[in-house]
């Protein structure tokens, strides 16, 4: 591809029908942005929302987004979970300011337009008008039906506690969308245990949303870049593991069993290990081995288009991607156990999540090169990505060194965007 190609096109040019090398355009072109947010997170898709465990008592909310739309995941009275959209029927505002909170119903402050929580209409202040000198004046005109007016209702599912929403009604049951086989690992972590929120963590990416699917499809960085998994045995080329996608390559998830191989300086060429470092601190690696993991002792989901499930030893997480605009992203980590985890386990997760996180051991490098490549991209938007690690094809595997998920996604990618 020549450097001299029109410096700023207007639509992708792949080459062939393969996906293996990736128009920068994919991640610098605002129409494209645009067209992505119309046709993955609006239409066709489930997006997470957040667990059940956020909101345990009727009348509690949070606050949250289906791509760059405000939505408010609630519990209403009766114990169901609506998502509705936090767009005032009336003038538009985005009334609910608050990220949590707990309330009867929700009201607008602009005009105090009320709803009840699954988001119908119920008072309209003056909606008769006003009487003075015997006569009534203004008001709603006299057809008007609060039936009409009420707020965007999301279609929700649940499963295991974790709640998804779409404003398309037509969307396909979360299962199917899922698939069997990316369904399997939603079980794995989610099999029913009522969930115990631990905390959040908040940060700005400065790169396309992308990016943080690809860094979750791509096996090939985290024992280069995490010098800190390598040198600590978390994470190593040569771990016993296996790639898994849907039949549509847009879900996969990333399954890897640590410590059955030899030292690492034996079987990587890995320059960052230094086999001299210790920890000061052992018990951030006191990982203590649970049931339900049945063998692999991390496995990485990523749900396209809007989450990621980390399960990495005893830290467990979601990690949702909330895109607002072609080069940022906000992404909002939600750490959790286990109802019945016991004390000493509760804090072992929480000592685990100081790997993860915007400040975590192997995650802040994470944030840092999707930052960089986004960089890359807008200073030459006609060039490509390199995406050949394991061949040029689609497919499963029982080893890591591949970016195959990647050019999965970007398959399912172009028949979407480009239909
Ligand atoms: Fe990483």
Known sequence: MSETSTVFPREPRWEGDGTHRIPFLTYTSEELYKRELERFFYKDHWCYVGLEAEVPNPGDYKR??????SVIMVRDADGTISVVENVCAHRGMRFCRERHGNRKDFVCPYHQWSYTLKGDLQGVPFRRGVKQDGQVHGGMPADFNTADHGLTKLKVATRGGVVFASFDHEVEPIEDYLGPTILGYFDRLFNGRKLKILGYNRQRIPGNWKLMQENIKDPYHPGLLHTWFVTFGLWRADNKSQLRMDDRHRHAAMISTRGQAGKAEHVTQVSSFKESMQLN????????PEPWWGGPTAVMTTIFPSVILQQQVNSVSTRHIQPNGHGSFDFVWTHFGFDDDTEEMTQRRLRQANLFGPAGFVSADDGEVIEFSQQGFESKPFYRTVAELGGREV?????????????GMYHYWRNVMEA
């Open 64 to 69: 949250t987004v289906v791509g760059e739309r």
């Open 281 to 288: 601190d052992a018990s951030f690696l006191d990982i203590v």
């Open 395 to 407: 497919e499963n595997t029982e080893h890591m060194v591949t970016e195959t998920l990647i050019r």
